[in-house]
Nanobody, 128 residues
Framework: QVQLVESGGGLVQAGGSLRLSCAVS????????MGWFRQTPGKERAFVAA????????YYADSVKGRFTISRDNAKNTVYLQMNSLKPEDTAVYYCAADLGSAQAMGVPDHLNGMDYWGKGTLVTVSS
C-alpha cells in the first residue's frame, strides 16, 4: 500500500512563493510517475504538473508554466511543487497523485479517475 501526505500549504500574498511537498510511503516510490492537481469548490480537479519516475520529464498546465516547478527526490520518497509568482486564481486545495502509467498521461482529463493513489490535499490561499 502506498500513502501520500501533502504539506506546505498556507496563506500567501499575490506575487509570493510556496513550496509544497508530498511524502510517499512504500519502497516502490521510484516506479511511480507523480503529479500535482488542484481543486476549487464547485469545480473539477485539474492537472497542474507531473514528473516521470526518473525526474527526466516534466509536464505542466499552461496556466502554471514558467511559474511552477515540479521535482522529486527518490532517495527521500518525496515530490515537490515550487510555486512562484502566485496569483489569487492559484487558490485551491492541492493534491498529490501517484501512478504507474506515464507522467504525460497524468495530464489527460480522462485519466484523472484512474490514478493509482491520491493524497488528502493541502490548502493554498493566495490573497490579492
Amino acid at each position: 500500500q502506498v500513502q501520500l501526505v501533502e504539506s506546505g500549504g498556507g496563506l500567501v500574498q499575490a506575487g509570493g512563493s510556496l513550496r509544497l511537498s508530498c511524502a510517499v510511503s512504500g519502497r516502490t516510490f521510484s516506479r511511480y510517475s507523480m503529479g500535482w492537481f488542484r481543486q476549487t469548490p464547485g469545480k473539477e480537479r485539474a492537472f497542474v504538473a507531473a514528473i516521470s519516475w526518473s525526474g527526466g520529464n516534466t509536464y505542466y498546465a499552461d496556466s502554471v508554466k514558467g511559474r511552477f516547478t515540479i521535482s522529486r527526490d527518490n532517495a527521500k520518497n518525496t515530490v515537490y511543487l515550487q510555486m512562484n509568482s502566485l496569483k489569487p486564481e492559484d487558490t485551491a486545495v492541492y493534491y498529490c497523485a501517484a501512478d504507474l502509467g506515464s507522467a504525460q498521461a497524468m495530464g489527460v482529463p480522462d485519466h484523472l479517475n484512474g490514478m493509482d493513489y491520491w493524497g488528502k490535499g493541502t490548502l493554498v490561499t493566495v490573497s490579492s
